[in-house]
């Protein structure tokens, strides 16, 4: 804190770190231990960042957005920070879906490798949990979330009408990719600016495949992650992975016994 308040006024430091000002100025006189002094900086930049991005960002876009501000942290002390300093996303609202491939969300995230980033675009079904389409590559492009929805549409056949929830980013107000939403007969939706609106279901996704997968690897290849990542949707994921809202079953089984019980009934 001593050291920041040459970059951040002290009331702010004092409130954010919830400090008394004789607490404060007794302190002052005790030596801070590297951790203590690391860990008192992190929480500035955290709560910058979620105030920057207007609290709609989850712990994983946080980490994103403190990286692009030169801030490198993991994603577990992010999290833990945000439960110490109380701060939560914006209340979402929610998309009801049904049936099978009425409504697909659909985002972009990003792992490490030691050739640089691999970029991942993903569709997710709501009502099974399935991920019906996904696309990597090292280039953050149109077309990489193009892929992903080309195969998605050709793996489900979804009827006319499905709605196409994503965020803001340019990937998705391209006039290429709305093209491509028009052809095949989706309806797009899309976040109102400044407002996490129902991309929960793939912030959880991708937190999902980093802690169970990404975090407790080092790829040396971007080829490396795509193979995994490519085993882990297809066959751990969409196949085995039982999900308590699917009633402790994997998308694949839920979906299976969801048509089973239309044929039956």
């Known amino acids: ?6 970059n951040y006024p002290v009331q702010l ?4 770190l919830s400090v008394s000002a004789g607490g404060y100025y007794a302190w002052l006189d005790r030596p801070l231990s590297k951790w203590a002094r690391e860990e008192a900086r992190l929480e500035v930049e955290v709560r910058a960042a979620d105030n920057r991005t207007r609290q709609v960002y989850g712990a994983e876009k946080l980490q994103y ?22 701060i ?11 049936t099978p491939n009425k409504v697909w969300v659909s985002d972009i995230t990003y792992v490490p490798t030691d050739e640089g ?3 991942v675009a993903a569709h997710k079904d709501l009502f099974t949990s399935d991920i019906v389409g996904y696309a990597m590559g090292e280039r953050l492009t149109r077309n990489l ?10 793996a489900k056949r979804p009827a006319k009408g499905l709605i196409h929830h ?41 937190g999902t495949l980093k802690q169970e997968l990404v975090h407790h ?3 040396r290849t971007r080829q490396e992650a795509i193979r995994d990542i490519t085993e882990y949707i297809e066959i751990f994921y969409n196949r085995q992975r039982l999900q308590p809202r699917l009633g402790f079953l994997s998308p694949a089984v839920f979906e299976q016994r969801y048509y089973a019980g239309l044929l039956a009934a």
């Open 88 to 98: 939560r996303c914006k209340q979402k609202r929610k998309f009801k879906a049904t």
């Open 166 to 206: 994503s965020d803001r980013g340019s990937q998705y107000c391209s006039h290429e990719y709305r093209n491509i939403l028009e052809r095949f007969g989706l309806l797009a939706s899309m976040s109102r600016k400044g407002n996490c609106y129902d991309n929960a279901p793939m912030e959880s996704f991708w």
């Open 145 to 154: 979330v193009s892929q992903s929805l080309f195969k998605a549409v050709v």
């Open 117 to 119: 980033w691999l970029y």
């Open 13 to 16: 430091l004092r409130r954010v």
């Open 65 to 86: 957005d403190l990286a692009e501000h030169g801030i490198r942290v993991g994603i577990c002390r992010i999290k833990r920070i945000r439960r110490k300093l109380g």
């Open 217 to 219: 690897r080092r790829y």
């Open 1 to 6: 804190m001593k050291e920041m308040r040459l």
